[in-house]
T-cell receptor, first 115, second 116 residues
Framework: DSGVTQTPKHLITATGQRVTLRCSPRSGDLSVYWYQQSLDQGLQFLIQYYNGEERAKGNILERFSAQQFPDLHSELNLSSLELGDSALYFCASSGRTSGYLNEQFFGPGTRLTVL | AQSVTQLDSQVPVFEEAPVELRCNYS??????LFWYVQYPNQGLQLLLKYLSGSTLVKGINGFEAEFNKSQTSFHLRKPSVHISDTAEYFCAVTNAGGTSYGKLTFGQGTILTVHP
């Protein structure tokens, strides 16, 4: 158990809909990362938040957005869903200690299926 | 921009045999390198990492990897595999330095299947 929790575990929805994925980082971790894992694209970095502020952006679509709240949990919002958005979405956290030697700990993922 | 190439998408091997999973990277800056393992229906778990110092890095579960800067490689090895090592393995890279590791760029993964 990495200490990172993600809800829900599975999500099935229809095209055009909007969903919210939730991530609770390890206690004390300040950074949250979101990754998408799909069969055709592999594992791709989406976005990083550090202590409530966006720190880095990767291959995140404009239909997707994220935020990190004061209690450090994060939400990834996916809207106008398309079939191709079906994937496993991972959250990772890091930053319990200061400095650059911070390992990323991954949650179990949310499997999104768009029908 | 960085990229990671895992040279084998699937590696079948018999139990107690040695195994090597190959990883090459491309980057214009200094990097940190990682190997993660993903068991079925689970998240990723860090096996080992190279930050600096000795180029031979030892990780969990008897795995080790060697950083070769001239060949831009970071191959993962285990001298004797077990059935329980069956999983998908990912090589990843991030920029060195800074206040956090930052975003990880992953390879496409190598599925290791250990046969009895």
């Amino acid at each position: 158990d990495s200490g990172v929790t993600q809800t829900p575990k599975h999500l099935i929805t229809a095209t055009g809909q909007r969903v919210t994925l939730r991530c609770s980082p390890r206690s004390g971790d300040l950074s949250v990362y979101w990754y998408q894992q799909s069969l055709d694209q592999g594992l791709q970095f989406l976005i990083q938040y550090y202590n409530g502020e966006e720190r880095a952006k990767g291959n995140i679509l404009e239909r997707f957005s994220a935020q990190q709240f004061p209690d450090l949990h994060s939400e990834l919002n996916l809207s106008s869903l398309e079939l191709g958005d079906s994937a496993l979405y991972f959250c990772a956290s890091s930053g319990r200690t200061s400095g650059y030697l911070n390992e990323q700990f991954f949650g179990p993922g949310t499997r999104l299926t768009v029908l | 921009a960085q990229s990671v190439t895992q040279l084998d998408s699937q590696v079948p091997v018999f139990e107690e045999a040695p195994v090597e999973l190959r990883c090459n990277y491309s980057s214009s800056v200094s990097v940190y390198l990682f190997w993660y393992v993903q068991y079925p229906n689970q998240g990723l778990q860090l096996l080992l990492k190279y930050l600096s110092g000795s180029t031979l890095v030892k990780g969990i579960n008897g795995f080790e990897a060697e950083f070769n800067k001239s060949q831009t490689s970071f191959h993962l090895r285990k001298p004797s595999v077990h059935i329980s090592d069956t999983a998908e393995y990912f090589c990843a890279v991030t920029n060195a330095g800074g206040t956090s590791y930052g975003k990880l760029t992953f390879g496409q993964g190598t599925i290791l299947t250990v046969h009895p």
